[in-house]
């Protein structure tokens, strides 16, 4: 008997605990398990659920309107919604299903959940028209973390960060970090993953902010990183791995990936399944999505007019394409992407 339990492996594994362990992987893991063996192959396939794409949100150019329309990339489908409490306001970050949104006249800042009609006051704040934000997770949980950064300041060398927990702050606790950067550098990017807050300037140094030891340091192994020629740059992560996209006028865009160790920036031929849907203020990412022509991984998925229509074109990391020639820089407050709940009820908001 302890023999036979010896040459056993995991290809003996009963099928219907099988079953019930990868149901509970996430998507990039059940991928990964299901090169084992035929059996685990066909039980990750069972369970496989690919991740649901996000929603496209674009706003009226004028800052008195309150239009918006919502773009579902996989249906092609097109929603016109008007939302009275986002008048005189601009988006500023997307996360979890909630917008952060600033208002620059009268300082206001509040999350709003445009499907579940959700407005979550926060304390004011003055911010730069170019001055970036972002926040850890959705609102609702205690784990929330709101984070800014103000560009280099010239006169004293200093860089001013400012965080707030909207469950717990009644206003907004700043931190003044001595500058190791050009003082012509502003921040154009900012992600938040395993726990920390990373940053990209227009220089293309990466810096990274703590929350739990309030620290701040910029990873000198990786600078700069600005590729010539560029007109724009996303950056976004999937599962505490950070990707940046450097996009070109006349040639197909850069991806690259940061890796964990050396905190060095490495080119990718491949994105390994995944989609990166790409904004200006916050970029989504997912796996094994599916454009509505038909299958495509390793996609970028870029918000475009084309034909007096807002659209999406998706480029092909692991093949040449053209897209490049169809995108161009537009005003990042003009749109952003929104994950949309299980079963939007749309309907109820028109």
């Known amino acids: 008997m302890m023999g036979n339990e010896k040459d056993q492996t995991f290809s003996d594994f009963p099928y219907d605990l099988l079953q019930l362990v990868v149901s509970h992987l996430p998507l990039k893991d059940n991928i990964r398990a299901s090169t084992v063996s035929k059996t685990w192959q066909q039980a990750c396939l069972s369970v496989r659920v690919p991740d649901r794409p996000p929603w496209l949100i674009y706003f009226s150019k ?13 249906m092609q489908r097109r929603y016109y919604l008007s939302f009275p409490e986002l008048s ?22 509040f ?15 003055w911010m730069a028209y170019d001055q970036r934000m972002a926040f850890s997770c959705a609102p609702t949980s205690t784990a929330c973390l709101l984070f800014t950064v103000a560009n280099v300041n010239v006169e004293n060398n200093n860089i001013t960060v400012k965080t707030c927990c909207p469950n717990n702050d009644k206003e907004w606790n700043t931190f003044v970090f001595r500058n190791q950067l050009p003082v012509s550098s502003t ?22 902010f703590d929350p739990s030891l309030s620290s701040w340091n910029v990873l000198i192994s990786g600078l700069p990183l ?17 990707y940046l996209v ?105």
């Open 62 to 74: 004028t800052e008195e309107s309150s239009s918006c329309e919502l773009y579902d990339p996989s």
């Open 187 to 208: 921040f154009e990017q900012i992600v938040f993953s395993n726990g920390v807050f990373y940053c990209l300037t227009n220089s293309g140094h990466l810096s990274i």
């Open 88 to 109: 005189g306001s601009r988006v500023c970050h997307s996360n979890e299903g909630w917008l952060l949104m600033y208002n620059p006249n009268s300082f206001h800042l």
């Open 246 to 350: 450097y996009m070109y006028s006349h040639k197909n865009p850069t991806v690259l990936r940061l890796d964990p160790t050396s905190c060095e920036w490495t080119e990718r031929k491949t994105l390994g399944g995944l989609t990166i849907y790409a904004s200006a203020l916050s970029s989504e990412t997912r796996a094994e999505q599916k454009e509505p022509s038909g299958g495509v991984r390793n996609c970028l998925c870029l918000p475009v007019f084309h034909g007096f229509k807002r659209t999406c074109i998706y480029y092909k990391v692991d093949e040449e394409s053209v897209v490049s020639l169809k995108w161009k820089k537009s005003d990042p407050y003009g749109n952003i992407w929104i994950m949309p709940p299980l079963n939007p009820v749309l309907n109820q908001l028109l």
């Open 226 to 242: 600005r590729h010539h020629g560029s007109n724009g740059c996303f950056m976004t992560q999937h599962q505490g791995e950070i």
């Open 111 to 125: 999350f709003f959940n445009p499907f579940a009609r959700d407005l979550i006051p926060l304390p004011p704040l």
